[in-house]
């Protein structure tokens, strides 16, 4: 019966996807990679004519007591959480991230609803971190 009842809660909680790093990085170097570079540490052929220089990417978590700001960075992707650089949702791309839905776990181990296009680049980030 235990075991029963153990099923039922699993099948009935929300399953949370997480992002796809490999996805997410062909996502960056699609929409991203102009600004933010190949590599993700700032050197994009736009960064020149930039008025606000993008930042190295892959120092996230260093600059963060060596923990990735997730839940920062999908705020600031989607647009929750608007960068003065990004007028809001990133320029440009804002729409094409809307759907389909996804979820990435934040640093503290919450789901974060978001576009999975967005969990995905953060997922690669993550994964580019020095």
């Given amino acids: 019966m235990k075991r029963l009842v153990l099923l039922a ?15 997410g990085e062909g996502v960056f170097q699609t ?4 600004c933010h570079g190949t590599d993700a540490q700032g050197n994009g052929p736009m960064s020149g004519i930039l008025t606000v220089e993008p ?3 892959t120092a996230l978590a260093l600059s963060n007591d060596g923990v990735f700001p997730v839940f920062r960075v ?6 929750r959480d608007p960068m003065l ?6 320029p440009l791309f804002g729409a094409l991230f ?3 839905d996804g979820s990435i776990a934040s640093e503290t181990g919450q789901p974060i609803i978001t576009a999975q296009p ?11 971190q020095d």
Avoid: T
């Fill in 9 to 23: 809660v699993c099948l009935a909680g929300p399953v949370w996807a997480e992002g796809d790093p490999v996805a």
């Fill in 31 to 34: 929409f991203c990679s102009a």
């Fill in 55 to 57: 930042p190295d990417l």
């Fill in 74 to 79: 999908v705020r600031q992707i989607d647009g």
């Fill in 85 to 90: 650089a990004h007028g809001g949702e990133m």
């Fill in 98 to 100: 809307d759907f389909p």
């Fill in 118 to 128: 967005i969990a995905d680049v953060a997922a690669w980030l993550e994964s580019v």
